[in-house]
């Protein structure tokens, strides 16, 4: 990341009362940054406060988020794009305008079976 992308990131408003974005927006200055091009990834905090985060994340076709679980329930919608959502006991493929509802705490792995971006909400918590 060059030190402009990074001061850009450093000045992004995270915690307020109000917060709006264009997703589409969000998603073309992803697709610009040197971790989308160079990387299989790319991912910004959209809102983050003590009990809530918000990240919009791109994917890679073949790209993969191993094993690893947060402590509060997670919801993972699914902008565009096609993932496997692995989980103890599941694996469920989920396409464009799909919505995933995790409680906490469960230990799972996303795999991008096409180039993907996501909107994925953690609730932190207490």
């Known amino acids: ?9 450093d000045n992004r408003v995270l915690k307020a009362q109000l917060l709006t974005f264009s997703i589409d927006n969000e998603i073309a200055r992803l697709k610009k940054e040197n971790a989308w091009i160079n990387g299989d990834r790319n991912a910004v905090t959209l809102q983050k406060n003590s009990r809530l985060r918000v ?4 994917l890679h076709k073949g790209a993969t988020l191993r094993e690893h679980k947060v402590e509060g329930p997670i919801t993972l919608f699914i902008v565009s794009g096609k993932i496997n959502f692995i989980s103890e006991k599941e694996k ?13 705490a469960i230990p799972h ?12 909400t953690i609730i932190q918590a207490k």
């Open 1 to 9: 990341m060059s030190k402009t992308e990074r001061e850009k990131l």
């Open 55 to 58: 990240v919009l994340m791109s």
């Open 92 to 104: 469920v493929k989920v396409e464009t305008n799909g919505l995933i509802v995790l409680e906490k």
């Open 109 to 120: 792995d996303v795999e991008a079976l096409e180039d993907t971006t996501i909107i994925l």
